[in-house]
T-cell receptor, first 116, second 116 residues
Framework: DADVTQTPRNRITKTGKRIMLECSQTKGHDRMYWYRQDPGLGLRLIYYSFDVKDINKGEISDGYSVSRQAQAKFSLSLESAIPNQTALYFC???????????????FGPGTRLTVL | GESVGLHLPTLSVQEGDNSIINCAYSNSASDYFIWYKQESGKGPQFIIDIRSNMDKRQGQRVTVLLNKTVKHLSLQIAATQPGDSAVYFCAENRQAGGTSYGKLTFGQGTILTVHP
């Protein structure tokens, strides 16, 4: 979805390096998410933020941190990258539909991260 | 534990045939389900959703069926085309107290291959 952009799209780094992945959205959504995708495991939630002052851990937050710099920006950091953090990383955004009380997430194109 | 899973990891069909992709969920409290399509090198793309107060919902060439009795969800694609080849994920959105938490739990995915 072009409304959700991620940078970089591909990154190769070495063990121990600090890495930041960035996500921006123009959808005006208040909620943003970071997922990682590994082969055969689907997508797993790392962190999520329901507004600028709200940050929550997902199911696999260890080794990661996030920053919600603005409503439209949500960055994911790996303070000291390790090889098992090699994966596809996806950012997503959503906004609750007040009528249906549903919350559909829209995903960015992903960042392929390789940690050597 | 709570989980969302798929019965079939791969599905091969001929162009023009109908496709059915299945998904089982274990949390009877879940009340919102989404199907995503993920093409190679791209992020998941929203296809269709359904709330638990419905049994069926139709979109363009797609139909989602929900059987709450057996906690089963299916995605039917009519007249499948080569462009439908992708990985399809079901996702469960758990809600509580009438407020959506927006935390999706994804299944592992089914690979759909459409042969011309």
């Amino acid at each position: 979805d072009a409304d959700v952009t991620q940078t970089p799209r591909n990154r190769i780094t070495k063990t121990g390096k600090r890495i930041m992945l960035e996500c921006s959205q123009t959808k005006g959504h208040d909620r943003m998410y970071w997922y990682r995708q590994d082969p055969g495991l689907g997508l797993r939630l790392i962190y999520y933020s329901f507004d600028v002052k709200d940050i929550n851990k997902g199911e696999i937050s260890d080794g990661y941190s996030v920053s919600r710099q603005a409503q439209a920006k949500f960055s994911l950091s790996l303070e000291s990258a390790i090889p098992n953090q090699t994966a596809l990383y996806f950012c997503a955004t959503s906004a609750t539909d007040g009528q249906t009380n549903t919350d559909t997430q829209y995903f960015g194109p992903g960042t392929r991260l390789t940690v050597l | 534990g709570e989980s969302v899973g798929l019965h079939l990891p791969t599905l091969s069909v001929q162009e023009g045939d109908n496709s059915i992709i299945n998904c089982a969920y274990s949390n009877s409290a879940s009340d919102y389900f989404i199907w995503y399509k993920q093409e190679s090198g791209k992020g998941p793309q929203f296809i269709i959703d359904i709330r638990s107060n419905m049994d069926k919902r139709q979109g363009q060439r797609v139909t989602v069926l929900l059987n709450k009795t057996v906690k089963h969800l299916s995605l039917q694609i009519a007249a499948t085309q080569p462009g439908d080849s992708a990985v399809y994920f079901c996702a469960e959105n758990r809600q509580a107290g009438g407020t959506s938490y927006g935390k999706l739990t994804f299944g592992q995915g089914t690979i759909l291959t459409v042969h011309p």
